[in-house]
């Protein structure tokens, strides 16, 4: 390995797996980092599709058993982009081995294992994210910008919703998101994290939930090859109240049922001196209002974030050349690798997916209590 060269090793291909190779890919062609991520090695259980895969976004080469991944002595970086139940398993032997490791969320399925996941990457001493890429879209960043500036004063209010629709239809067969042993919860830990963990970026720390489920699809076609039912066992939508450690109120909803919304992941802040509000469907854009603007001119305005004065922006294109989903990933990538060149621990670190755990973790249990739960 030269100093310049930092090799991935990723575990799972999929959706994520996409996403993730792609960012590395693209990486050295908008950022001067480091270092340079080399795609060495990917690992997977279905031979055919993971050749295939690997051959497609352009890995040097594939294991069929995450373990060999590992074990291997011209890797780096574990890329962990599986479901959620195998991410502690995983990330534990990364940090043993002594591989940077980044993790998709949320961080595990529980609260103990991501506190068994925190400890072994502090006790080797290397970097370590969380894939919360949306807090790397320009405007989310802008957004944190004013924010720490002043620009709203005290935070007085964040609501989130995160909205989809793609579980509406009662006929789509029965996969790993629906059981509560591969995946921990349904829609809350599959997009009300994203909610969490940028109410806590831009906000601060969550004291105090109290929540209600639901699961509107009670059976699913067991699909493939088997025949029958499945019993779906995570929840459909969530929505949760929440009180921050700064006297913040926070108001939080999450469905996978809420028709006409592919991805409805947007936010609203209100503080004493003016108001932010985002969407991810249309990402580039942030909402902002100020209460000091003159009498007659008052009302929000849209920045379209693509100006060399947002945060990331710069990498890209001219003004108005709007930027998409993909580079959230390698905005945040560019900060992974560069921490590793750097020897600095980026955030959202497997800190951060412990907190956000300890809040999915609270709100399940304040469902099944029906009050209050503090952190």
Not at 234 to 241: I, Q
Not at 326 to 343: M, P, R, S
Request: aromatic share 10%.
């Amino acid at each position: 390995m030269t100093k310049s060269e930092i090799r991935i090793g990723m575990v799972g291909y999929r959706f994520m797996g996409k996403a993730h190779s792609l960012a590395y890919r693209n990486l050295p062609f908008y950022f001067k980092t480091k270092a340079k991520p080399v795609l060495q090695a990917i690992a997977g259980r279905n031979e055919l599709e993971l050749r295939n895969a690997c051959e497609q976004m352009g890995w040097n080469s594939y294991e069929t058993d995450w373990k060999r991944l590992i074990e291997r002595d011209d890797i780096d970086v574990i890329d962990i982009v599986t479901p959620n139940h195998s991410h502690a398993e995983i990330a534990i032997a990364a940090a043993e081995a002594g591989k940077h490791i980044l993790c998709e969320k949320p961080i595990a399925l529980t609260v103990e294992e991501a506190e068994r996941m925190l400890v072994a990457v502090k006790k080797t001493g290397i970097i370590h994210m969380v894939c919360h890429n949306y807090r790397f879209a320009p405007a989310v960043q802008y957004a944190k910008r004013l924010i720490d500036t002043g620009k709203l004063g005290r935070v007085r209010h964040f609501r989130a919703q995160y909205l989809q629709d793609w579980l509406m239809d009662p006929k789509i067969p029965f996969a790993w998101r629906m059981n509560k042993e591969t995946t921990g919860s349904g829609a809350l830990g599959d997009i009300a994290s994203h909610s969490i963990d940028l109410s806590r970026f831009l906000v601060g720390e969550i004291d105090e939930v109290i929540g209600m489920m639901e699961t509107f699809i009670k059976e699913r076609p067991a699909g493939g090859s088997r025949q029958g039912m499945v019993e779906v066992n995570v929840d459909d939508a969530t929505a949760f109240l929440a009180k921050f450690k700064n006297g913040a109120m926070g108001v939080f909803e999450a469905s996978r049922f809420a028709a006409g919304h592919r991805n409805g992941n947007q936010f609203e802040i209100n503080g004493e001196k003016g108001s932010i509000r985002w969407n991810m469907e249309k990402m580039n854009e942030l909402e902002v209002y100020f209460t000091d603007d003159e009498a007659g001119c008052q009302g929000f305005r849209t920045i379209n974030c693509t100006e060399v004065h947002h945060p990331f922006a710069s990498a890209y294109w001219p003004p108005g050349h709007i930027i998409g989903y993909e580079h959230t990933f390698i905005n945040l990538v560019h900060e992974f690798i560069n921490g590793i060149a750097g020897g600095v621990n980026p955030t959202p670190s497997f800190e951060d997916g412990l907190r956000n755990q300890k809040v999915l973790a609270a709100i399940e249990s304040s469902v099944e209590s029906k009050t209050w739960v503090k952190l």
